[in-house]
Structures are given as structure tokens and as C-alpha cells.
């Protein structure tokens, strides 16, 4: 009897030491539910700028306007017989 009580100690530190340390611990399963969570939140973010993309791609491909303005902005780009004036300011 006094063996079967100091196998089931034993087998109980063991468990106890297996479940704060090493692989499938407490604290390494909450450190990847925080990476986790990081990662779910950098998806979102980049979900967004892709939904901003595509609207833009969208943009350009059927509206002759904003491929016109982003031509002139991005480019310089200018119409047949239009002239550029630049102002430049002289601050005091």
C-alpha cells in the first residue's frame, strides 16, 4: 500500500510539473493565445487595406475621372495645350 501512495506522489508532481512547464503548459498556451490574437488582428488590419485597395483598383478601372486625377496628382501628367503654373511660397 505504502508503494501504490508514493507511485500515485510521484505521478502527481510529475503531472503538476507538466502542467506549469514545458510544451502544453499553462503558461505557453496563454503566450500563443496572445500571438494568436496579435495575428487575428494584423488579418484584420491588412482585410481593411485590401477592401481599400480593391475599391481603389475598382475606381481606376471604371471611372475615367479618377484615373485622369491620379494621372495629374501621382504623375504630373497634363492635358494637350494646358499650362502648369507651380507657385512657390517664400515664407517669413
Known amino acids: ?5 508514493i507511485t500515485l506522489v510521484i505521478l502527481l508532481v510529475l503531472l503538476q510539473v507538466r502542467l506549469f512547464k514545458g510544451d502544453g503548459s499553462i503558461p505557453q498556451v496563454m503566450a500563443l493565445q496572445k500571438e494568436v490574437a496579435l495575428q487575428q488582428e ?17 475606381d481606376l478601372k471604371h471611372h ?3 484615373l485622369e486625377e491620379r494621372a495629374r496628382t501621382d504623375l504630373g501628367m497634363m492635358r494637350e495645350k494646358e499650362t502648369f503654373y507651380q507657385f512657390a511660397h517664400h515664407g517669413d
Open 1 to 5: 500500500m505504502k508503494f501504490l501512495t
Open 42 to 58: 494584423n488579418v484584420e488590419k491588412l482585410k481593411l487595406r485590401n477592401q481599400t485597395l480593391e475599391a481603389e483598383v475598382q
Open 64 to 66: 475615367l475621372g479618377a
